[in-house]
């Protein structure tokens, strides 16, 4: 369990490198431990040189050529957004020694005004994946077909959407305006409409138990002493939420400026591998997410699909739970205070999961069975772009009904208001927990 919104990174030296030569030297170092806070090319290297190109992965992931494609579902975490830090950045060290002067002499380079919102890379990112998922699915995104695009009401996610059409093209674009984006926060920040989830996790104490244990533990404090020397401060001085704020900082200078940050220098691959241990997320009631609930007026063939095309926009708070709630990434052990080395191989990585602009998309097939063997209606997934495996039949692809029959336990089970609605008896949440 960790930190919902956590703090951030730092580096000796402003360093400009070219794209290429920042991800293999950033790739060797930190960037790989900056959890919710990593460039989506880090899980995409390919698009670092060509931000189209539709990666190694797609020619093997194409069904027959006689499946074609019906109707893409896709859910999208926003876009690459500027830190929520402009206050805690503006109070940094004297120069009382080298790494500090070079911390002193850094430059603050955004607003306060744009705290939280979309970085010009974060329109980039929408715009450029936009255009390789029609490159994917030509049908799918032809002319005149109808998108329908939902969002969380947080700026950011309504100003990736629109990036996202307008990546489109004058086709499918409706135009720029916000008002045209559906704004669903039950659907898409559905953790803030859970009552039980706010009292019991967000606002209680006692449930960042295992959080606050590993701020005071041995690696933590190790790492908080080490940044404490190369600035030339006593330990007691700072605290585990400042040594975040740093190392967030150089996580937000290499998504947003493609610039290897002052602040990075005072980690090394080490200390990024403990401070990641506080990104992770506890898990939340997500099934009103699960896409096969909704449904599908595909399957009914008697009709022309009124909307191909269903694009969600939210949260990486948004995408994580509903991975979990479908079984992906489970480790067996939970992430504790104290099981840092034995959690060192896990599954669960949110920097590989959830990075800026990650993506789950469902699309669904109808399959000529007397061209191929296959049953009529297909289901594929992909995560960051890359085929799935599912869990029933260890394959890219299945059946619709096979899935749904998979997850019928969780479709006819999930009962969101009953599941979020506070005890009615006199309980303390520590009770409960």
Not at 360 to 375: A, G, I, M, N, R
Not at 396 to 412: C, F, G, H, N, V
Request: glycine share 4%.
């Amino acid at each position: 369990m960790a930190l919902r919104r956590a703090l951030p990174s730092a580096a000796a030296f402003l360093l400009l490198l070219p794209p290429s030569l920042l991800l293999a030297a950033a790739g060797a170092g930190l960037s790989g431990y900056f959890g919710t806070k990593s460039r989506y090319e880090e899980v995409n290297p390919h698009l670092v040189h060509d931000p189209l190109s539709l990666g190694p992965a797609a020619a093997g992931a194409r069904l027959p050529a006689a499946c074609a494609p019906l109707q893409l579902r896709a859910l999208l975490r926003h876009g690459t957004r500027y830190p929520t830090l402009h206050a805690r950045l503006r109070r940094r060290p004297a120069a009382a020694c080298p790494a500090a002067a070079a911390l002193a002499a850094w430059q603050m380079w955004y607003e306060e005004s744009l705290d939280g919102r979309l970085a010009p890379q974060g329109r980039r990112d929408m715009e450029q994946l936009a255009r390789r998922l029609a490159a994917r699915f030509p049908a799918l995104f032809a002319a005149r077909r109808r998108l329908l695009l939902a969002s969380s009401s947080k700026h950011r996610c309504l100003q990736s959407g629109a990036a996202f059409r307008r990546g489109l093209g004058p086709s499918l674009s409706l135009g720029t305006d916000e008002v045209e984006v559906e704004v669903n926060d039950s659907l898409m920040r559905f953790f803030d409409h859970c009552a039980k989830f706010v009292a019991w996790v967000e606002e209680n104490d006692a449930a960042m138990c295992q959080v606050d244990a590993f701020k005071e533990g041995p690696e933590m404090r190790k790492v908080l002493e080490k940044v404490a020397s190369a600035l030339c401060l006593p330990a007691e001085e700072l605290n585990a939420d400042l040594v975040q704020v740093a190392f967030l900082t150089c996580s937000y200078e290499l998504a947003i400026k493609n610039v290897t940050s002052p602040w990075c220098s005072l980690f090394s691959e080490e200390d990024a591998k403990v401070c990641i241990q506080l990104f992770s997320r506890s898990e939340v009631v997500s099934c009103v997410l699960l896409i096969l609930q909704q449904p599908n007026e595909a399957l009914l063939c008697s009709k022309p699909i009124s909307s191909p095309l269903i694009v969600q926009v939210g949260h990486a708070e948004t995408l994580q739970p509903l991975l979990a709630l479908m079984g992906f990434f489970k480790d067996d052990e939970p992430l504790k205070a104290n099981n840092y080395v034995r959690q060192a191989h896990r599954k669960f990585r949110s920097g590989r999961i959830v990075p800026y602009a990650a993506n789950l998309v469902f699309v669904l097939y109808h399959c000529d069975q007397v061209k191929t063997s296959k049953e009529e209606y297909q289901v594929q997934m992909l995560l960051n772009e890359k085929p799935m495996l599912f869990h029933h039949s260890n394959e890219t692809t299945s059946t619709y009904a096979d899935l749904k029959d998979y997850y019928r336990d969780i479709l006819e089970n999930c009962h969101f208001k009953e599941e979020c609605e506070l005890p009615k008896v006199n309980v303390t949440a520590v009770d409960e927990l």
